[in-house]
């Protein structure tokens, strides 16, 4: 009885020590900006789907970590470019309901421009319980700066501590030197929320030992 126990604890342990360790990628519902796009093939909803990416991802599926180390962006018409003369403004990304994040993916844009690159440079990432930067924000997650404008270009991964959000917010106040444009192809987060099959095989392991252990009480 008591080896049974035992066994149970350490298969209970061994399901709970990889799920902290793993992180799902998690992708935005929606997507707006107050920038604009140069034309209707640069549409800033490009950079919350899969396309011109290397490789495919699935939204609460896919492992964060393996997807963005392997995946590359270089696909030059598969990105967002902002409307003429606005190079600075703000991207909300609605993710449909509350998620924790740590962590965000971007590759940046490869395109040159007046100037220099299109590619994003400084921005700030803000958390809200609205989709509306105008009315105020809840905080800051943190300023980065995004330095890759190579093509093909990997993602570069920005860190910030575990936030419980609806609506995040991305602030870009500079690129690398275009004066008329600015872009970036393609964005994906890291969610701390435990993934769902784990969490249903935990309660069902939870519920048979349970019933086993009453059960030999008896
Ligand atoms: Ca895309
Ligand atoms: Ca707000």
Redesign the pocket.
Known sequence: MKFLKNAYVIILMSLLVPTAANATLIQANTISTNMGAINPSFLIQDVINPNGLSALYVSGLTDFDSYVAGTTHSVAFEQWISSENIVTGIISFDFGGNVSLNAMALWNSSWGGSGGAIAVNQFELLF???N??G???IGSLGVFNATNTNNPHPSEVFNFASTSLQFLHMNIQSNHGAISYSGFADVVFRSTDMPEPTSLALFGLSLFGLVFFRKRKV
């Open positions: 809200d319980n609205d509306n930067f009315n105020g924000v």
